[in-house]
């Protein structure tokens, strides 16, 4: 219990870092943009590329990434329920809220969790790969023929081979399948490069919180609460009965189910939300208020089950 505290102590102080930085103005208003871009097109890669490289298979393609999809799918698939009877909400909208319930921050925060709480960057590359693979191109479809009636195949299709995260993972299994060993020399720069990864996307992250105020949006409160609530603590509840009374995990394999399910809502909800102009105010609050209730949702889950 103590190493996990130390981790999520921290991340915390890395995030304040960031939040006094922004709140100082220190690299101008587009600094948490700048630096997310670099994490995610330079730094992640690099990390998820050496860690997958060394990993151990099994803890990648195993009952993990059958427990990410159940609680994935059943929580946004109780929003739905809960959208088509009370919330009477257009399917964009529907679909930016049910995103919000199920579909978890496997980067930003994912990367940090798994390194400095679970112990290796290789526990979130399963919900990473199936969210990106599966996840995202449908939900992509949904808003392009809701919100356009026309949907672009080639570029659903060809998205996640346009993903360096899930280009740099592809790589890094097909390393460690072959049995390649490649020279100490040639992981140094990438294992340099990824680790700056972590400290970048948590101080992104701790700038982008300075000014920001969740639930302006009246009419729009009941969704943001019910996803939020969804999130936090809906989601992490479906991952343990799945965990342990489907799949019978136990200790460390059962604590890393349940905390990565307890991650909070990603920014790609954000950016897919503002691609298409719709929903925008439901997944920025609902992506603020799930990042700030992940960190004691987390701690209470470590408590249970570390």
Avoid: C
Avoid at 12 to 24: D, E, P, S, W
Avoid at 36 to 56: E, G, K, Q, S, Y
Avoid at 117 to 145: C, K, N, R
Avoid at 178 to 184: A, V
């Amino acid at each position: 219990m103590a190493g996990v505290l130390t981790g999520f102590a921290i991340i915390a102080f890395v995030i304040l870092v960031g939040y006094i930085a922004g709140r100082f103005g220190v690299g101008g208003p587009s600094a948490p943009f700048v630096l997310n871009r670099i994490a995610f097109f330079i730094t992640n890669p690099a990390l998820l590329f050496v860690t997958l490289a060394h990993a151990d298979l099994r803890v990648v393609f195993s009952t993990q990434l059958l427990v990410a999809a159940i609680a994935a799918v059943v929580t946004a698939g109780v929003f739905l329920v809960l959208s088509r009877l009370f919330f009477r909400r257009p399917a964009p909208e529907t679909t930016i809220g049910a995103l919000g319930a199920g579909y978890v921050n496997a980067n930003n925060i994912g990367i940090p969790v798994a390194v400095y709480v679970l112990g290796s960057a290789s526990f979130v590359a399963p919900v990473l790969l199936l969210q990106l693979i599966v996840f995202a191109p449908i939900a992509l479809t949904v808003l392009d023929v809701t919100s356009r009636g026309a949907v672009s195949v080639w570029s659903i299709v060809t998205q996640p081979v346009r993903n360096p995260m899930i280009i740099a993972s592809v790589l890094g299994i097909l390393v460690d399948v072959s049995g390649l060993h490649l020279p100490d020399a040639v992981y140094q720069p990438f294992e340099l490069i990824g680790g700056a990864a972590v400290p970048l996307v948590l101080m992104a992250f701790g700038m982008s919180l300075h000014g920001s105020r969740p639930l302006q949006a009246g009419h729009e409160r009941a969704e943001i609460v019910s996803a939020v609530a969804l999130k936090v603590v809906g989601m992490p509840l479906i991952a343990f009965l799945a965990a342990r009374f489907v799949f019978g995990l136990e200790g460390h394999a059962l604590f890393a189910a349940v905390a990565l399910a307890a991650l909070p809502t990603a920014q790609n909800v954000y950016n897919f939300a503002a691609r298409y102009e719709r929903g925008i105010p439901v997944a920025r609050d609902v992506v603020l208020l799930t990042t700030l209730f992940a960190v004691p949702a987390l701690l209470v889950i470590a408590a249970l089950l570390a």
